[in-house]
Structure formats: structure tokens, C-alpha cells
């Protein structure tokens, strides 16, 4: 959150609020003397104006959250999915007390449930948790607040203590992303903990604080900035998904390589083909190319996301791939994945470098050859120029009359571009639709 500087006039008092034996009050700054228990962060400015008296409330907001790698999450004798969560400042509350034994609302991808229900069941089972497991079709199509309200009200017949009682989501982004905004909003914030079981939500969805829904027949139109407690990740799970999902994630990490980590870029390059063969659970060719890939991906990411994770700053290198994929991906929905939306829109952002002069040739074609080689498409039909003008009309709208267009700028490096021209985007266009796709129409 931006750091406030009230305009201080000769009228304005600013005040420190100090609680004393559980009542809050207000005390001018630097005047106060005697006992206090606590002093708060939030701060009160007072001021007198011919109109009548103005209040400014600052008030700092602190979330902390944990993204934790393990082995097992479903083994009954690994604690991490009923306590790992908490963080070492805070008391164990959610330990198991005689009187109160530990209470959990799970929400399941159905098709996650078909492979893993009797191993949730088991352990919840095993470790005496009273449970609720709500199984939902937790697809793209079905990413709407009429989803969100089905979870409210199974959530609100099971009842959880709203500070020590986290929900957990198991399953891909959008269930993810569903359950965060229903947690959201069951009164008004519900802790929630992220399981991703895809290979995209756990390097995307799982480590920021974004939750959203579809809107007006627009991707993620409705949503909020609330992280969640923790997020558990375990690639055990990467086994079960098909080879097309696995290249579905592969394309998130590609877009942080090129974005931020040459030698990440370089190791889906010379490793991709091994990461879609082993599914990411085998590190027997020496450099270890599963955790490697999946910690470097994480690290840029929350990178980014971390000083900025209520989007305060547009300017977002994450957003590389996501200018005219939205629209691209709900225009053919279902026939498109997330992350096959994203790197179509990548690969002709790659054209837009080159023409601008920002790549090379053989980036360009390095680039491209990358992407192939993780079995991600590269062009698509329904991706016109009055897409792409279109998109970009929207993001002007949007992001303060600015197109905040992040362009890779060689191998592993990226800027923000403001004002790419016209002919450049119709010419790259024209490039990229002659030499990956069909001859494009003018």
C-alpha cells in the first residue's frame, strides 16, 4: 500500500491512537506521556476548515502468507495441511485442545476428487478432523459468483470459526481462485489455504493475493486482494494432469523466464521436452530441472507480486501475455487453456519486440523454438487485429491512458513500452501470421 502524506496546514492536528486497559484513544503526536499497552500503526489527521471538520484515517494493513513446498501433503502423518499455515509470530490457536478438535471446509475439484478423494477422506479421517468436503465442477465455464454463492452456502450450513478455521481449496487456478473470493467474503474475511494440484496454479494462482470470478462474459472481472494463508505446494500432483496441462503451466514459467531469468529461459529450453516426459516428478538427469524450473519460476514471481500485490503500480512485467489473451481465451472458450491463450499472445508480443528492434532475429527464433518445444501453440486464428485493437482500447481505459506493454528486451530482460505504434503492431502482425500461422489479411 502507497505510504500517505496528509497536506499539513496550520490546521491540521495529526494523532497517535493508544489503547489503555482495551479502549482505544486518540493522543496528539509526540504528546503523550504514561502507560499504554499497545500503540497503533493507524494514525488520525484532524482538520479545521471553514466548511466544517475533515478526518483522515491511515491505517497500514499487513498480510503475511506462506508458500511452502512439501512432500505428502496427503500423508496422514504430515501435519502441514492442519498447521502449517501457522506463522511462528502467531499463537497455535488452531491446535487441537480437548474441547476443541480441529474443524475443516475443503473445497475439491471434481476431477481431483476422482483421483484423490479417498486420500483427503483418509486423512482427515486419520488425524480426527470433523470435515466437510464439497466436490464442485471447477472449470473455466463455471467461474462465476453463482459458484461463489453455492460455496457461501455450503460454508455458512458448515460453520467455521472465522480466524482459526482456514478453508482449504484443493485443485487447479480457477478453483483456487473461487474459493479465495468466496473466503472474501464470508464475513468479510475468512482465512483460506491454496493446494494447487496443476502445474500453472502452482507457479501462478497459488503465490499472489489476486481471487476473482468471470464477468459480463469477461475474464476475472470481479474479484479481490486477498492472499491466502498459506499456500502448500507439493508436485506429486503434477503425475495425475494430462501432458496438455503440464504445457498449459510451462507457459507461465516461460513467460518469468523471459521476462526476468536468462537461465531460466535456458533451462525450459534445454529441458522441456524432459519436464513434459517426467511430469516434473523425476530429477535423476543431475541438474534437478523439476525443483529448479518450479523454484526459479516462484522466486521472480513473488518478486513481483510481493511489493505490489494490490496492483497500486500498473506497470507489472507479469502482465507479459495478458494484454490480449483474456479476450482471446473467452472469445473461444473452452477450445483454449489459460496458459495456451497467454503464450499465443507471447509469441506475437515476441513479433512486436523484433520489429521494434528490442530482439534479434535468432532471440526471436529462440524464443519460438522454445515454445514449440514445450508443445505450446503459437497462433491462432481468432487472434485479428481488431483483437488486438480492440484489447488495447480496453487497456487504455483501464490503466490510466497508458498501454503498460511489457516487451522483452533480449533474453531473460523486459521493459514496460507506452507507445508502440500502429504500423509496428500491424506489421509484426502481418510477420507473425505469415511465418507461424496463415497469410494474415490486410
Not at 181 to 201: E, F, G, K
Not at 389 to 414: C, I, N, T, Y
Request: charged share 20%.
Amino acid at each position: 500500500m502507497g505510504k500517505f502524506h496528509p497536506h499539513h496546514t496550520d490546521n491540521t492536528t495529526e494523532y497517535n491512537l493508544l489503547r489503555v486497559k482495551s479502549t482505544w484513544t486518540r493522543r496528539e503526536k509526540h504528546s503523550y506521556t504514561g502507560p499504554a499497552e499497545c500503540v497503533s500503526a493507524a494514525q488520525i489527521y484532524e482538520s479545521l476548515t471553514e466548511k466544517g471538520t475533515s478526518w483522515t484515517v491511515v491505517t497500514p494493513i499487513i498480510f503475511s502468507y506462506k508458500v511452502l513446498e512439501t512432500r505428502g501433503l496427503l500423508d496422514p502423518s504430515n501435519s502441514t495441511l492442519l498447521t502449517g499455515h501457522i506463522l511462528n509470530s502467531q499463537p497455535a490457536d488452531t491446535l487441537r485442545t480437548p474441547t476443541k478438535p480441529l474443524k475443516r471446509f475443503v473445497v475439491v475439484d471434481q476431477e481431483v476428487q476422482k483421483i484423490y478423494g479417498a486420500q483427503i477422506t483418509e486423512y482427515f479421517e486419520a488425524n480426527n478432523v470433523i470435515y466437510k468436503i464439497l466436490a464442485l465442477p471447477t472449470t473455466e465455464e463455471n467461474k462465476s459468483m453463482e459458484m461463489v454463492l453455492k460455496i457461501l452456502e455450503e460454508l455458512n450450513s458448515f460453520s467455521v470459526d472465522r480466524r482459526s478455521e482456514p478453508v482449504i481449496a484443493i485443485g487447479g487456478g480457477v478453483c483456487l481462485d473461487l474459493v479465495g473470493l468466496a473466503a472474501s467474503l464470508y464475513r468479510r474475511r475468512t482465512p483460506y489455504i491454496r493446494v494447487p494440484t496443476t502445474l500453472l496454479s502452482y507457479i501462478d494462482a497459488s503465490v499472489g493475493a489476486k481471487t476473482g470470478v468471470n464477468f459480463a462474459n469477461c475474464k476475472n472481472k470481479l474479484g479481490a486482494y486477498v492472499p491466502p494463508t498459506a499456500t502448500f505446494l507439493d508436485l506429486s500432483f503434477i503425475k495425475t494432469i494430462p501432458r496438455r496441462h503440464i504445457s498449459n503451466g510451462l507457459a507461465e514459467m516461460l513467460k518469468m523466464a523471459l521476462m526476468k531469468h536468462r537461465d531460466l529461459f535456458e533451462l525450459l529450453e534445454k529441458q522441456g521436452q524432459f519436464l513434459l516426459d517426467s511430469k516434473f516428478q523425476s530429477d535423476n538427469s543431475g541438474s534437478q530441472p523439476a525443483s529448479s524450473s518450479t523454484r526459479l519460476a516462484i522466486t521472480t514471481m513473488l518478486e513481483e507480486l510481493a511489493p505490489n500485490l494490490w496492483e497500486d503500480d500498473l506497470n507489472r512485467l507479469v502482465d507479459f501475455g495478458h494484454l490480449i489473451s483474456p479476450a482471446l481465451e473467452m472469445k473461444v472458450l473452452p477450445s483454449l487453456l489459460h496458459g495456451e491463450a497467454v503464450n499465443i499472445d507471447m509469441a506475437y508480443m515476441v513479433y512486436v519486440s523484433w520489429e521494434s528492434g528490442l530482439l534479434t532475429a535468432e532471440e526471436k527464433n529462440r524464443i519460438i523454438g522454445c515454445m514449440v518445444g514445450l508443445e505450446l501453440p503459437v497462433w491462432h486464428q481468432a487472434f485479428t487485429m481488431e483483437l488486438i485493437q480492440s484489447s488495447l482500447q480496453d487497456r487504455l481505459k483501464h490503466s490510466g491512458g497508458l498501454e503498460r506493454m511489457p516487451l522483452p528486451v533480449g533474453l531473460g530482460h523486459a521493459e514496460i513500452f507506452n507507445n508502440t505504434s500502429f504500423k509496428i503492431l500491424q506489421s509484426a502482425f502481418e510477420k507473425w501470421c505469415n511465418e507461424l500461422g496463415v497469410p494474415a489479411e490486410i
